[in-house]
């Protein structure tokens, strides 16, 4: 019932900045929280930065500083800004949220497809 889907991803050099966007869509009665996690080749997925619907954010500390996470409630869509990025970046970023369905009603959390982020000179 309810899909997200990720946007934004692609190829830049080390410095320079990308902005994710992650979508949600379908019988949505609320979202909690949403957030971004990564995973590079042969790495454990990792927590970047999540953001409450409260507006409290949380990051990883190897992104706090170069990483904006932000959200639209009208558009059910986070953001994930990545400014300076560097080499140790690359990786598939997931968008995740956890959403109430209107029904029937129930509390789940959920993960996009991915998007492939690459910093490479």
């Known amino acids: 019932q309810v899909q997200l889907v990720e946007s934004g991803g692609g190829l830049v050099q080390p410095g320079e900045s990308l902005r994710l966007s992650c979508a949600a869509s379908?019988?949505?009665?609320?979202?909690?929280?949403m957030g971004w996690y990564r995973q590079a080749p042969g790495k454990e997925r990792e927590l970047v930065a999540t953001i409450t619907s409260g507006g409290i954010t949380n990051y990883a500390d190897s992104v706090k500083g170069r990483f904006t996470i932000s959200r639209d409630k009208a558009k059910k869509t986070v953001y994930l800004q990545m400014n300076s990025l560097k080499p140790e970046d690359p990786a598939v970023y997931y968008c995740?949220?956890?959403?109430?369905?209107?029904?029937?009603?129930?509390?789940?959390?959920?993960w996009g497809q991915g998007t492939q982020v690459t910093v490479s000179s």
């Open positions: 379908g019988s949505i009665l609320r979202i909690n929280a």
């Open positions: 995740n949220a956890d959403i109430v369905i209107s029904w029937p009603y129930r509390q789940s959390d959920y």
